[in-house]
Every structure is written in C-alpha cells, then in structure tokens.
C-alpha cells in the first residue's frame, strides 16, 4: 500500500466517523435515542475498525517491520 491510500483511506475513515454522527442525529429528530444509536453503530464500529488497521499499518512501517511503499 502506497502512502496517499494510507491517506485517503483514512480521510474516509474520519468521513465514516462524521456521517455515524450525522446519522444518529438525523435519526435522533424521528425515532427514540436507541433506534438512533442502532442505525449509527454499524457506521462508526466500521470507522474504528478501519483505524485500528491503519494504527497497526502505521505502526508496522515505523518499526520497519513492512514498509508502506
């Protein structure tokens, strides 16, 4: 993996993160704080999951285990 898909990926991972936010509170307005909660979670648990890789990329390219490119 090149370095500006390291990037892009997680711009897109912080974008994930924001439409979660933005879907609990779209929902928030018609349904009750739980339903809000259920439709957002899928979003952001795929959000900190694509940052947990990308922490465990990064750090495996500061040790010098495997390079980014």
């Not at 500006?4 to 991972?13: G, I, K």
């Not at 879907?23 to 809000?36: H, S």
């Not at 795929?46 to 890789?53: K, N, P, T």
């Amino acid at each position: 993996m090149d370095r500006s898909r390291f990037v892009a990926l997680a711009v897109a991972a912080f974008g994930l993160v924001f439409v979660s936010f933005l879907l609990r509170g779209m929902t928030r307005l018609v349904a009750p704080y739980e339903v809000a909660v259920a439709v957002s979670a899928p979003v952001f648990l795929a959000a900190a999951a694509l940052l947990a890789g990308l922490f465990v990329l990064a750090l495996l390219d500061v040790t010098g285990i495997r390079p980014l490119g």
